[in-house]
């Protein structure tokens, strides 16, 4: 056995208990008795102990020096420069601060989920300020901004300041459509009673129509909907609201985008580095793109109002055309993951600003629930009726996630870059998608983007991909047609 | 801290990543997609590997070297005798086989399970052989009888050769009391057809009935019913058939009592060696308890009745005597699990010889089936018609569990010493249990036995319980009186 060869059966062995890790997290949200949480902390700190102790492990250090990474593919380098950053970053942060962390977040889940469901904020804050804390501890182990040390991991290579650029970019451009689209007309609202049982037959059916392959997979309801899993074993979840149907079918789209990109990396990298989503960023415009370039075009809705049809007999829209422009309805909303893609965006944005404001000390959490407020006010231009809706309505804080917010938006932008290449490459896309055929779409994203998994860097892979660096022009230029051509600007 | 402190610490993550190999475990059984197979084989050899390595760890011998037993409670003592009964047994056993039983066990499951369902023992025979040879490989690596050292890890402190003794005194009464049954007039079989839905919902309630707490538990349905899990995720799986609910019923109730068992512990024990049940032989005592000598008492199938009258109406069966003798009918059957108290006992018998006979190489996998069927022929008078009606039926062999079949024989025993304790303590039961009332029994069985988990070694407790030491005689009279009074012989 080469010191790689070594190198890789503890790296593979490692990769399967951080599946596990995430298995238990999927139960925790889908089947986990209630009374479980308190000994559950204690199974997810000991498995974040296990792995943070492998991870830093000085037999890895050891491996790495042994190795002459040009005597090594392209592929073995590319495992190697993700063993070396996941060693090193770790390296930075003690054993029993990481297990610590596993313990606090896993118990807050279920304060949150309490809080949230009885619209109390206070119940909610001693826990994300022991969140705040144990994760600005965690960045200060590393040199320069500490949100950039959180942000590195979800999407290595890229800044606090890059992403306040490229969003300051976004912003006046998608305020000025906004401002346009609120002054037009507005489509029909979806009413009536959707019945659940048949959203989720209606769900489970979209999720394969997107190349979601059951067999290595399952759909479940969860309060938040998430997609969990590498390789042969990568498990949805959705929910459902009888009066908003499309809350269900897009989540399960959404969702459908991040597990397809699992499920269909490269085999030859199953439970190594290179098997797993590349970054945050990358994985998001995997879910954006099918949930809005495809799912909420004007061809592939008009395949969906005829499922709509059968499923739920006549639902008070008249025609696919109609249909659409209520699929893309832009309403007054305060909930992140109902908006529409013209108002997504700066709901991300707003949440990136208080986020780095909390861990760098600018906010404290006392102040959270009015700053959220004020900023919604100015950015929506209407008020938040109650915290559910508000401070309280997602679950990222509560599970420790700082730094993972804006990759959001910067999905959506590489979502945009992806969806102009792929147009160019099928010019026969939307006769596809309108009979529901996403096969051309999902075959190519797979192609040129998803089977890479980890091999090539997060910024590399959409300009290979694309044929050019990723910008944020493409989405604007996408959103300016599609809601211009909707509003009748 | 001193050496205890730091030992328990260590061990308590321990016991934490044993139950997320749990966890995997009952995942596999209800939820895992069937493509997952085997990359969970991979996951399960992962934490395999980890535990097997903490188990072994010579820091544990050093810790157990440091500490002076006499100067240590008896709950302390009782936790050193199980962390070094673990240590030894395991420092026996290298990694690299502990891992390769857990990868070949996880892949065999699926391959059973395709086995049975298509009656093909061809297609189960060679991964069969293979976990033969590794288990008798790990056992090799104990001084002395292959198949005891198996038994070791189920029933610490029983042999072979004991068990043959007792099992030896129990047959001739059992074949004795069996020839007289057949020969009397049999009461009526349950016919018709329950919906499986309502047979779930009074699962349910039957689940709750016996105390089982679903704030720390969560009943599905699997292909065999199980319980896994301790303390504060305890979790149950149960089956159903239309054409027979008591499957159903008595199969939720028997997990009802592994699981309240563990549910029951003293909470000081959590995520220790004393927060499991101490023996499956004692695990097996508390499930027929429950299922037999409470559950199918005449004094609980009277309310059961009128349970089962309210949740599908007339089913044929006029009163609660006729009920009782119906849920206690003695029937030619094949299946283990769903043979009455009677004959339970000789398809234990078989098993347990079988399995002693594959260990030590006196029968080969390809002479198995006919070994069995035989066998089979020869206990119960007629002939085997499939496979998973026969050496197919039970998952056991196919997870790598040999040793573990006679704990189930052993367990009847030990239910009968204390069903005899509890009546004598409860003068009362009866009129409770016909009000559907188990609190008396449940209680009574957690206060003398459930709620002391590892303190004492398994014999031990039942003495403790019982009021002296263990014997058949209890479980031959309760069944003698039982069946003479069915069948009025």
């Keep these: 056995m080469s010191a790689y060869d070594d190198l890789m059966a503890f790296t593979r062995e490692t990769q399967a208990l951080a599946q596990i890790a995430g298995r238990l997290d999927w139960d925790q949200e889908t089947m986990m008795p209630r009374g479980a949480a308190p000994q559950r902390g204690e199974e997810c700190a000991a498995i974040a102990s296990v792995l943070h102790a492998r991870r830093v492990d000085p037999k890895v250090s050891e491996w790495l020096a042994k190795l002459d990474a040009t005597e090594l593919d392209e592929t073995a380098r590319a495992q190697l420069r993700h063993i070396r950053r996941s060693h090193d970053r770790n390296s930075k942060v003690p054993a029993a601060l990481a297990a610590r962390i596993a313990r606090v977040t896993s118990e807050a889940q279920g304060i949150w989920a309490e809080a949230r469901s009885s619209n109390d904020v206070a119940a909610f804050l001693p826990v994300l300020e022991e969140i705040i804390g144990l994760r600005r501890e965690e960045a200060l182990s590393s040199d320069g901004d500490l949100y950039d040390a959180l942000l590195a991991d979800y999407e290595p290579g890229t800044t606090g300041a890059e992403l306040e650029a490229m969003f300051g970019a976004l912003r006046p451009e998608l305020s000025s459509l906004r401002a346009a689209v609120r002054d037009a007309e507005a489509p029909p609202k979806l009413s009536g009673d959707f019945d659940e049982a048949a959203q989720m037959k209606l769900t489970r059916k979209l999720a394969k129509t997107f190349g979601y ?29 009888p009066q908003d149907p499309f ?32 970054s945050m960023g990358v994985h998001e415009s995997q879910s954006r793109i099918y949930e809005n370039q495809i799912g909420r075009s004007r061809a592939f809705t008009g395949w969906l109002f005829g499922e709509m049809r059968d499923a739920f007999g006549d639902f008070g829209i008249a025609d696919e055309d109609t249909f659409y422009a209520c699929v893309n309805r832009v309403s007054d909303g305060f909930i992140r993951t109902e908006a529409d893609e013209l108002q997504y965006n700066l709901h991300v944005l707003l949440r990136f600003d208080l986020e780095r404001a909390l861990i760098s000390g600018d906010l404290g959490v006392a102040d959270l629930e009015a700053a959220w407020n004020d900023r919604f006010e100015a950015d929506f231009g209407f008020t938040v009726d109650t915290p559910a809706n508000g401070v309280l309505q997602d679950v990222h804080w509560s599970v420790g ?15 945009g870059c992806l969806h102009e290449a792929m147009r160019a490459a099928l010019p026969d896309l939307d006769s596809q998608l309108a009979r529901g055929d996403t096969t051309g779409a999902t075959t190519w994203l797979r192609d040129n983007l998803q089977i890479h998994g980890g091999l090539y860097e997060p910024r590399d892979v959409i300009a290979r991909a694309r044929g050019a660096e990723p910008s944020e022009a493409p989405l604007l230029a996408y959103l300016k047609e599609k809601f211009t051509g909707i509003y009748g600007l």
Tied chains: 1, 2.
């Design 213 to 241: 392959d059951m067999s290595h997979g399952r759909v479940d309801k969860a309060v938040h909907p998430f997609s969990s899993g590498s390789g042969l074993d990568v498990r949805i979840t959705t929910r459902t609201n």
């Design 247 to 278: 809350n269900c079918f897009y989540s399960t789209i959404h969702e459908v985008g991040h597990a397809a990109y699992e499920q269909n990396i490269h085999r030859d990298y199953l439970l190594t580095p290179l098997g797993e989503g590349v």
């Design 401 to 415: 996630l700082f730094g993972y917010f804006p990759t959001y938006s910067l999905g959506n932008v590489y979502a």
